[in-house]
C-alpha cells in the first residue's frame, strides 16, 4: 500500500510538472520573445516551481551546495536526471546548456532552449558534433551566461561508468575560461527511467574552479577524479538517509 500512494504521488508530481512548463512557457511567452530575460525569468520559475513541488508532493527536497558562478565561467556537471539540469540551471543566473539536437523540436522546451542560449549539436557524429559545438559557442559568446556541458555526454545512473568524452577538454581549451565541476546523487532519487521519485535530499554540488590554463589530458584527468570522487560520496550519503 505504502509502495502504491507513493508511486501515485510520483505520477501526479509528474504530470502537474509537465503542465506547468506548457503554463509558464505560455505565461512569460511576450515577454520572452521581447527579451531573453523574460526568457530566463520563465525557466528560472519553472526550476524553483520543481523543486517546491517535489518537496510536499514526494517527499523530495533539494539542496545546492558550493558556489554557484555568477561569471563568465564553462560549468561541467554530473548528469543523472532531469533535475540536476533544474538545479544548475535554478542556481546559476544566466545558464546555458550544450543539449542534444533532438530537444529543439519539442514544443516550447525547444524554442526556450535556443531562446536563453543553449547549443545543440548532433551527438551521432563525433566529429562533425565537435566542430560545429566549437562554431556555436563561438558565435553565441555575445550571450553572457555560465556554459553548461555533461562531461560524459548523456545521463549516466548512479554505479554506472561512462568515459569522459573529448569534447569537454576542447571547449575548456578553446574558451580560456574558468571550469566549474559539478557534482551530484539525485539519480539515486529520480531514476533516470520510471515513474517512482524516492523521498531524501537530493544535493548539487558545486566544487572548487580549475583555473584556466590547464593541459587538456591533465585538465581531463583533474576533471574526471573530482566529479566521480565527490558524486560518489554525496551518493554514500544519499544511500545512508532513512
Known amino acids: 500500500m505504502r509502495y502504491a500512494l507513493r508511486w501515485l504521488c510520483s505520477l501526479l508530481f509528474i504530470i502537474q510538472m509537465y503542465l506547468m512548463m506548457a503554463v509558464l512557457a505560455l505565461v512569460f511567452f511576450p515577454w520572452a520573445v521581447i527579451s531573453r530575460k523574460g526568457a530566463l525569468t520563465a525557466c528560472q520559475t519553472y526550476c524553483r516551481w520543481v523543486c517546491w513541488t517535489a518537496g510536499w508532493m514526494v517527499g523530495l527536497r533539494t539542496e545546492v551546495r558550493g ?3 555568477t561569471d563568465e565561467v564553462m560549468i561541467a556537471a554530473k548528469h543523472q536526471s532531469f533535475l ?3 538545479m544548475i540551471f535554478g542556481a546559476v543566473p544566466s545558464g546555458k546548456f550544450i543539449m542534444k539536437r533532438e530537444l529543439i523540436y519539442a514544443p516550447l522546451l525547444g524554442w526556450y532552449s535556443l531562446r536563453v542560449g543553449c547549443i545543440p549539436v548532433d551527438r551521432g557524429k563525433r566529429g562533425q558534433a565537435i566542430a560545429k559545438m566549437k562554431a556555436d559557442v563561438e558565435k553565441g559568446a555575445s550571450d553572457p551566461g555560465q556554459l553548461v556541458i555533461y562531461p560524459q555526454g548523456t545521463r549516466v545512473a548512479p554505479d554506472d561508468k561512462k568515459p569522459y568524452k573529448a569534447g569537454t577538454a576542447i ?31 537530493a544535493v548539487v554540488e558545486f566544487l572548487d574552479p580549475i583555473p584556466p590554463g590547464r593541459g587538456v ?17 554525496l551518493l554514500a550519503e544519499a544511500r545512508a538517509q532513512k
Open 171 to 201: 571547449l575548456y581549451d578553446q574558451l580560456g575560461q574558468t571550469c566549474v565541476p559539478v557534482a551530484t546523487n539525485i539519480g539515486y532519487f529520480w531514476p533516470k527511467r520510471g515513474f517512482l521519485r524516492k523521498p531524501g535530499t
Open 84 to 86: 540536476d539540469i533544474i
Open 67 to 69: 558556489e554557484p558562478p
Open 217 to 233: 589530458k591533465a585538465f581531463m584527468i583533474e576533471l574526471e577524479d573530482v566529479i566521480e570522487t565527490n558524486s560518489d560520496r
